[in-house]
């Protein structure tokens, strides 16, 4: 079974600094999507980035990019310039290439964001 | 686009009652959804897929006859909390698929007392 793991419980940066969240993953297959979501203090679980598997190039969202390393079943988000509305619970996800559309999330990672 | 309300957001109920939540994608027709519930301070915990027109996939563990599902049309599907229970108090959040992606409501916070 998939496995999803994000070790980092807690993250602070300072407002207008980049910041990296880890995300790592177990998986026999080779074809599958990743996802960041994003759940603010609202608890409205919001699409931050998304990444197929059998795309070599990293997502990219404005301020939001990946470093999907395949390989190394590594998929993390670099925030750059953050900001104050940054401040989140963040979610790594794995989908299968499958018919289910399930997603198996990771424990997530509270980001802060300091003035 | 790709936008999912959940209704009620907050819903305070007596332990012994019946409490129904509804998903609905608002700009897109969604032949699955999934229905989610998280605990504070974790993540979400998936119950159950939600495929129009058939009955739903419930995870192991998740109690059927407990928490009904409903996916009548292609923009609704509802959770209906059966005979609540105090323990069944949870915030509860809805996604549905428009292609490779899930998109989620703004959650429900259930309350039994």
């Known amino acids: 079974a998939q496995t999803v793991t994000q070790s980092q419980p807690e993250m602070s940066v300072q407002e207008a600094e980049t910041v990296t969240l880890s995300c790592t993953y177990d998986?026999?297959?080779?074809?599958?999507?990743l996802f960041w979501y994003k759940q603010p203090p609202s608890r409205q679980m919001i699409l931050v980035i998304r990444?197929?598997?059998?795309?070599?190039q990293n997502a990219t969202e404005n301020r939001f990019s990946v470093n999907f390393q395949k390989a190394a079943k590594s998929f993390s988000l670099k925030i750059s310039d953050s900001q104050l509305g940054d401040a989140a619970m963040y979610f790594c996800?794995?989908?299968?290439?499958?018919?289910?559309?399930?997603?198996?999330f990771g424990s997530g990672t509270r980001l802060l964001v300091r003035p | 686009g790709a936008v999912v309300s959940q209704h009620p957001s907050w819903v305070i109920c007596k332990s012994g009652t019946s409490v129904k939540i509804e998903c609905r994608s608002l700009?897109?027709?969604?032949?699955?959804m999934f229905w989610y519930r998280q605990f504070p301070k974790q993540s979400l915990m998936l119950m159950a897929t939600s495929n129009e027109g058939s009955k739903a996939t419930y995870e192991q563990g998740v109690e059927k006859d407990k928490f009904l599902i409903n996916h009548a049309s292609l923009t609704l599907s509802t959770l209906t909390v059966t005979s609540a229970h105090p323990e069944d108090s949870s915030f509860y959040i809805c996604?549905?698929?428009?292609?490779?992606?899930?998109?989620f409501g703004p959650g429900t916070r259930l309350t039994v007392l």
């Open positions: 996800a794995y989908r299968r290439w499958d018919s289910s559309y399930k997603l198996i």
């Open positions: 996604s549905a698929r428009e292609q490779n992606t899930q998109y």
């Open positions: 998986t026999s297959e080779s074809d599958y999507y």
């Open positions: 990444q197929e598997a059998y795309k070599q």
């Open positions: 700009d897109f027709q969604a032949t699955t």
